[in-house]
């Protein structure tokens, strides 16, 4: 029996220097350490939840090479899961006189001394981006992200929407948050020595690579100890980006006494392209996974942006998203309507046919399912304790038989930062005039994510009219009975659906629903 002990230690880099704390269990989350054990409070704690970014912090890693910077929450990320990464706070980014930074830039008197501010503060000062400042630190830093992963770029009004969508300002001070985040690449550039830095996270990724029996967080690095550690430890929590899991600890005080991290297992950070399909690991956070989609479908840019908020979906996984099952996730219907497939894995003693040997050996065993064929009720699914979620394989649309037009519509109250009421997405094929194929996933609806068999039976072989889609439209309101919840009614989110599927045809038929974004107002004469 394994005794695992509760804390650990902790180790990454700020401002170049290796942080080491002795002693840090393993629910602490990043927030908790960087506020408490650090005292660095610049970082802030608003919703605790993932919804607000006053919390957001910046994480450095090496991936293939390269200087990957991404924003996160920092309330929602378990403090272990930034083992030998980098770590900026709102604290670690203006620089000291002499560190290369023209004078140009902001100076603010700090008991006597002189500190050059980070153009992302230097702009927000510039151009009176904070009001209540509580929610200042995470501007910052999302602003501090978007300098770095676009250096040298001016960012567009649009870039800068999308980079600060996970960060709440409560006194309506966005414009000017927004000027600030085009402004900040016309200061006087500040550059991050990346050759060091990638050096430094080399060196942590060597010496921080432990995988002791007693360790009670532990960030496997390949799949064969991720499914080996997972069939030895089956009542682990298993984790990816935590964006759900974080909540349970935060929200509903869950203990986790033992942990298994999947986002370092370099087989499944990668999104692998085949003739027929993308496959998409487990370790791929959101924003990289819906990237890979929206090259095969271009079409769904403006559903990926509208999944949460930028730092989410920097932390969150698509695997996370289908493992975790939820009736109101927003990738699962569309992920049905596009027929994908699930890969499950785990280490098992297999018997060897071809030696005659009935003590079999351990190997990785893996199945493929469709994708609705995973959830048996709310939040259960076909998993077993041993398995883990490894692959989503997505036909590409070019080679799926009778594939039509792939459309997605997401219903919820805001824009973005915010989860279904109703999702719903539909591949529709006709030809000549009469419907060949139809697959539709629906969200929102039911006790897990649902494909619309009887809609989708209901369309095949009918003539693509508005009569028969009216018809349709009455089928799917008719296949599921939803509840009614603080998001929408029962009622509503019917007759949103067959609505949806109404607004699918017209728009096939090249008639739009109206942007209000892009209206332009009309002075009217007095
Ligand atoms: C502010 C906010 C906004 C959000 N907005 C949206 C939204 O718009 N749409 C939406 O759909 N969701 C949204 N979410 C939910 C969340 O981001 C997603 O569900 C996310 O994809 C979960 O992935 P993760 O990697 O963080 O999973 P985790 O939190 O790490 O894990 C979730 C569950 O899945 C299991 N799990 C994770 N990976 C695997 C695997 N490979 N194999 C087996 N089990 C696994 C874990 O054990 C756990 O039970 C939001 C969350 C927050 C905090
Ligand atoms: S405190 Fe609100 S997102 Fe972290
Ligand atoms: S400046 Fe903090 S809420 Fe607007």
New binding site residues.
């Given amino acids: 029996m394994l005794c695992l002990m509760k804390t650990q230690a902790l180790q990454f880099l700020r401002q170049g220097q290796v942080i080491t704390l002795p002693a840090i269990a393993t629910d602490r989350t990043l927030l908790q350490v960087l506020r408490e054990d650090l005292h660095c409070t610049g970082t802030k704690e608003g919703c605790n ?3 607000c970014g006053a919390c957001t912090v910046v994480l450095g890693e090496a991936v293939n090479g390269q200087l990957h910077i991404r924003a996160v929450n920092s309330c ?1 990320k378990l403090a272990h899961s930034v083992q030998g990464q980098a770590v900026w706070t709102v604290e670690d980014i203006a620089s000291t006189p002499g560190a290369g930074v023209s004078s140009l830039s902001a100076k603010v008197g700090i008991e006597g001394t002189a500190i050059r501010l980070h153009p992302a503060q230097a702009a927000l000062v510039a151009c009176h981006g904070s009001q209540c400042g509580f929610c200042t630190p995470g501007f910052v830093m999302s602003l501090f992200a978007l300098y770095h992963t676009h250096p040298g770029q001016p960012a567009s009004r649009a870039q800068a929407q999308q980079a600060l969508s996970g960060n709440l300002c409560r006194c309506t001070g966005y414009r000017p948050i927004l000027d600030a985040a085009q402004l900040m690449h016309a200061l006087p550039p500040i550059a991050l020595d990346e050759t060091a830095l990638l050096s430094k996270l080399e060196q942590q990724r060597q010496e921080t690579y432990r995988l002791e029996a007693d360790l009670a967080y532990k960030l496997p690095k390949t799949l064969p100890q991720l499914l080996q550690m997972r069939a030895q430890l089956p009542q682990a ?11 349970w600890v935060t929200k509903q005080h869950r203990q986790l006494d033992s942990v298994i991290d ?1 986002c370092q297992v370099d087989e499944l950070r990668r999104v692998e392209d085949y003739p027929h399909h993308i496959a998409i690991g ?1 370790a791929v956070n ?1 924003n990289d996974a819906f990237a890979a989609l929206v090259a095969q479908w271009p079409q769904l840019a403006e559903f990926a942006h ?4 930028l730092p ?1 979906r920097n ?7 289908v ?2 099952g ?1 009736p ?4 699962m219907p569309l992920l049905i309507a596009q027929g994908a497939s699930v890969v499950l894995m785990a280490w098992r003693k297999v018997a060897d046919k071809a030696e005659g040997k009935a003590e079999g050996k351990y190997r990785i065993v893996h199945r493929e399912l469709r994708l609705e064929d995973l959830y048996t009720g709310y939040r259960s699914n076909v ?1 077993a304790p041993d398995e ?3 692959w989503i394989k997505v036909p590409k649309p070019s080679t799926r038989a009778g594939a039509g037009s792939l459309r997605v519509y997401k219903i919820s109250k805001r824009f973005e ?4 009421a109703v999702c719903l997405a539909l591949d529709i094929a006709v030809a000549n005039g009469i419907v060949q194929q139809a697959s539709i996933g629906v969200g929102g609806v039911a006790a897990t994510p649902v494909r619309a068999r009887k809609t989708e039976a209901a369309l095949i072989g009918q003539p693509w009219t508005q009569a028969a889609v009216q018809q349709a439209a009455h089928a799917l309101r008719d296949e599921f009975s939803p509840i009614s919840d603080m998001r929408a009614s029962a009622d509503y989110r019917r007759t949103v659906l067959g609505n949806l599927l109404q607004r699918y045809w017209l728009e096939c038929q090249g008639q739009h629903a109206a942007d209000l974004r892009l209206l332009q107002p009309v002075k009217i004469a007095t």
């Avoid at 509208?306 to 908020?309: P, S």
């Avoid at 930062?417 to 279904?420: H, N, T, Y």
């Fill in positions: 939840e993932g919804d929602i929590q298993l984790v990816a980006g935590c964006t759900d899991v974080g909540l999947l487990a959101l509208r999944f949460a908020g989410v932390s969150g996984t698509l695997g996370g998203n493992a975790n939820s109101i996730g927003d990738s998993m883990v979620l490894a930062d915010d989860i279904s």
